[in-house]
């Protein structure tokens, strides 16, 4: 076999291919176009939208052979054979009736899952979150599809709720806020969304939401400013005698209690963290800071 193929394509060599290989990527395929033998596959992470012609025509190299969903294997809409030769008008007649006999075959709702699941993977890669809870967005997330809730809907608004479900699902460490940045939907949609899974989807698949506690709170927003151990475990003894088992912080926000308390550790410890500072990070108001610590002041001092 010649060697005047480039290193990129010698891993996919073949004892029967031809004698001059020539490798291209072609529609998620590795293919010699010289003698037209498939050595092997190249997936795509996920698929990219294009609503013109001249996007469709720029990103088509991009669209992937195998679909998780639907029909594994997609016909090519380019025109072309495998070497990149253009179709006579009697195969383009038959490759375009074939393409629509196979189109037809795709549901709605298989459509709304290749929409649906790159951006759950992309949005869970953006804001950082475990594998696991990823299926189980995913399982939330196929219960929405399935009840039609999605239909004149946002799904980025399902995708993004369905996530931060999960989140809560299992306890993971995550504030709303981020969820709902890192997705950029709108929050109305977002806390929309989040109602109806929380309402209609979860009991279904007998999860229980579990709303973040105010002990995972002032970890999480001290790992955010730096803070060392110790002055988490002081804002931790603080929040337990100012606190704990005290009937009016009901109703109140956990992310502005876990806030006081980190700051007034902060400030036994001498660090110097404005309200301003820790407000951002645990993302409330100065206002709220500023009224937890004055229910502090009528427990401890500080």
Not at 264 to 293: C, G, P, W, Y
């Amino acid at each position: 076999m010649q060697k005047s193929k480039s290193s990129h394509h010698q891993f996919y060599e073949r004892e029967n291919c031809c004698d001059n290989p020539s490798y291209r990527i072609k529609n998620g395929q590795i293919v010699c176009i010289n003698c037209g033998m498939i050595s092997g596959q190249c997936f795509v992470t996920h698929e990219k939208r294009a609503y013109t012609k001249l996007e469709v025509n720029n990103r088509r190299h991009n669209e992937p052979a195998w679909r998780e969903f639907g029909p594994r294997t997609m016909l090519s809409t380019n025109n072309c054979d495998f070497q990149g030769k253009t179709l006579s008008a009697k195969s383009r007649t038959l490759m375009t009736r074939l393409i629509k006999i196979q189109r037809s075959l795709v549901n709605s709702l298989e459509r709304n899952f290749w929409e649906a699941k790159p951006k759950l993977k992309k949005l869970a890669y953006k804001i950082n979150i475990p594998a696991y809870i990823q299926d189980t967005a995913w399982r939330i997330y196929c219960e929405v599809a399935k009840k039609r809730l999605t239909m004149g809907r946002s799904i980025d608004g399902f995708v993004s709720a369905s996530l931060y479900a999960a989140i809560r699902v299992h306890g993971y460490p995550k504030l709303l806020e981020e969820v709902c940045e890192g997705s950029m939907v709108p929050q109305r949609t977002f806390f929309r969304s989040l109602g109806m899974i929380v309402r209609d989807i979860l009991p279904i698949l007998d999860y229980h939401y579990q709303p973040i506690s105010e002990d995972q709170l002032i970890f999480l927003i001290g790992n955010k400013l730096g803070f060392p151990m110790d002055v988490q475990m002081e804002a931790l003894k603080i929040m337990n005698r100012a606190f704990k088992n005290n009937s009016a912080t009901i109703g109140k926000d956990p992310k502005g209690i876990a806030a006081s308390t980190l700051y007034v550790a902060a400030k036994r410890f001498h660090m110097n963290k404005t309200q301003t500072e820790i407000s951002d990070a645990a993302k409330i108001t100065e206002v709220t800071l500023r009224s937890r610590l004055n229910d502090i002041k009528h427990f401890i001092s500080y």
